[in-house]
């Protein structure tokens, strides 16, 4: 698809040049058929001037003035076949550089619709399949039946959350978003996201030690507090009970470095690099029953540090820990 639109936009190109050459062409043709007519006339003159007095008969060149214009013509012809190859090699060459991202925009387009499908696909069979089969039973008790449901809605819960992780991706991928963008304290941000999983860490005996510094950054507020809930939500599916989740903050020269430190499983080198891409999720984390995602999180939470014009990393070492670090500008120099 792509290489038939690369040869007509390189079609369109090589028309409009080749539409220019032969215009600009045919106008240096004309004027330099009327400069030559022009010279010829006055060196008649001339020449009819001095040999008036003689009654000697003026010759023409006829011959010469047609091999002059043809001299023209052929160069001018060389020239435009020069220009016609020229152009259509470059053409074709602009017009994959102008492709490019339009190319790159629909294969990732593609990829999200195909990963996305995949990921939606198990979970809606498990779902069916179950319902199928207590279907079938015509034994089926109530307490089966709402052992059953129970099962179903925390599928559906997955799902929903599933959905909403992928409406989000989504939102980033939309040139035409507008967000808010404030100025916002770092340490509220840190509370806030806390409060919100503190059911979560309670479970598993978890404990937050916030060391975050009341730093101000300009940022949008949803979208920064979704941010720190992703690394802590992470930090406490991957870490032992009875561990401790560090947040702190450090400021250095207009750019705020916003850590989040656990004591868990840890990441190996070789998945470090793929972490943030959509879908994945390192061996040990696929391994691990409890920590139930589909691998949408990271790739959130980087979009969300693009959004406000800043990075992400990750430093792990497995069995001890993982470290992410956010760094973010003090301040945008264009709010959105």
Do not use: C, W
Request: proline share 2%; no cysteine.
């Amino acid at each position: 698809m792509f290489e038939k639109a690369r040869l007509k936009l390189t079609a369109i190109y090589l028309i409009t040049i080749m539409a220019v050459s032969v215009t600009f062409s045919l106008v240096i043709y004309r004027v330099l058929l009327f400069e030559i007519l022009r010279f010829e006339k006055v060196q008649r003159f001339r020449i009819e001037r001095r040999i008036q007095f003689f009654n000697t008969p003026i010759p023409d060149y006829p011959e010469l003035i047609d091999e002059i214009k043809q001299r023209i013509i052929f160069r001018l012809f060389i020239v435009n076949a020069g220009i016609l190859v020229l152009s259509g090699g470059l053409g074709y060459y602009l017009a994959g550089r102008t492709l490019s991202p339009i190319k790159e925009m629909v294969l990732e387009q593609n990829r999200f619709i195909s990963d996305a499908s995949h990921e939606l696909r198990t979970p809606l069979t498990s779902l069916k399949s179950a319902l199928e089969v207590h279907l079938r039973d015509k034994k089926l008790s109530l307490n089966e039946a709402r052992k059953l449901i129970a099962e179903n809605i925390n599928d559906v819960n997955k799902l929903q959350k599933l959905s909403d992780s992928l409406l989000q991706l989504a939102q980033f991928q939309t040139p035409d978003s507008k967000y808010k963008f404030e100025k916002v304290d770092i340490k509220q941000l840190t509370v806030e996201s806390i409060r919100k999983l503190k059911f979560l860490a309670d479970k598993k005996q978890i404990k937050f030690i916030n060391k975050t510094q009341n730093i101000e950054i300009t940022g949008n507020r949803d979208k920064l507090v979704d941010l720190l809930v992703i690394l802590l939500d992470n930090a406490i599916k991957y870490s032992p009970s009875k561990q401790s989740v560090t947040i702190e903050t450090r400021k250095s020269d207009g750019i705020v470095l916003l850590k989040v430190k656990d004591k868990g499983i840890g990441i190996e080198k070789k998945d470090t690099s793929f972490i943030f891409d959509r879908f994945y999720r390192a061996e040990n984390s696929r391994s691990k029953k409890s920590a139930d995602g589909y691998g949408l999180g990271l790739s959130i939470a980087k979009k969300i540090a693009e959004l406000h014009h800043g990075e992400i990393s990750v430093d792990s070492k497995v069995n001890s820990g993982t470290t992410f670090t956010v760094s973010l500008p003090e301040n945008l120099k264009k709010l959105v």
